[in-house]
T-cell receptor
Framework: GDSVTQMEGPVTLSEEAFLTINCTYT??????LFWYVQYPGEGLQLLLK?????DKGSNKGFEATYRKETTSFHLEKGSVQVSDSAVYFC?????????????FGQGTTLQVKP | DGGITQSPKYLFRKEGQNVTLSCEQN?????MYWYRQDPGQGLRLIYY???????QKGDIAEGYSVSREKKESFPLTVTSAQKNPTAFYLC???????????????FGDGTRLSIL
């Protein structure tokens, strides 16, 4: 079945370091891909999305490119801040039957130290 | 501001008791979803609803029930049949029942359920 795999965390970085969180997926057809962020004690917020191959999603300095040839959607940021500390979820969505369902990776915890 | 409101934020259940988690949205979204999140794991789909008076089981529906009597509301009941209910429960909604391109889901802030 369809699935999403993320790199294991926690990822610990110093402020202003470069961030990469790897995400690969397995899916038939043409899924849409998403990154969500979860701050402690809160729900998930949509960070960015891409709906077709070679699309680049970007928001708040984060970027991810939909790579169909490598089935990947890695999250990157050039310079992280302490406020970026959170759990990041990669997810895919397709139309299953007659509804769009999200399939999540297990999440990657990012800790940014001053 | 439009959004999804979940209540309560914390909930405690006694053995053998049913509890109901509230989810209300004012985004005028058709579809609504319930997820369960366990520590260190991704989200797993419990139930979803595409339209009023209709809902479907997700991947882990056993021990849970839902209703969708109003577009804005999608309450989740955790029954006594759910033997391991301690988790963080998230409600979500999305704009449309079905489109050619899946739409992103918007999430509430969650309810943390614990067993006394």
């Amino acid at each position: 079945g369809d699935s999403v795999t993320q790199m294991e965390g926690p990822v610990t970085l110093s402020e202003e370091a470069f961030l990469t969180i790897n995400c690969t997926y397995t899916a038939t057809g043409y899924p849409s891909l998403f990154w969500y962020v979860q701050y402690p004690g809160e729900g998930l917020q949509l960070l960015l999305k891409a709906t077709k191959a070679d699309d680049k999603g970007s928001n708040k300095g984060f970027e991810a490119t939909y790579r169909k040839e490598t089935t990947s959607f890695h999250l990157e940021k050039g310079s992280v801040q302490v406020s970026d500390s959170a759990v990041y979820f990669c997810a895919l969505s397709k139309i299953y039957g007659n509804t769009g369902k999200l399939i999540f990776g297990q999440g990657t915890t990012l800790q940014v130290k001053p | 501001d439009g959004g999804i409101t979940q209540s309560p934020k914390y909930l405690f259940r006694k053995e053998g008791q049913n509890v109901t988690l509230s989810c209300e949205q004012n985004l005028n979204h058709d579809a609504m979803y319930w997820y369960r999140q366990d520590p260190g794991q991704g989200l797993r789909l419990i139930y979803y609803s595409q339209i009023v008076n209709d809902f479907q089981k997700g991947d882990i529906a056993e021990g849970y029930s839902v209703s969708r009597e109003k577009k804005e509301s999608f309450p989740l009941t955790v029954t006594s049949a759910q033997k391991n209910p301690t988790a963080f429960y998230l409600c979500a909604s999305s704009i449309d029942r079905v489109r050619a391109i899946p739409q992103p889901q918007h999430f509430g802030d969650g309810t943390r359920l614990s067993i006394l």
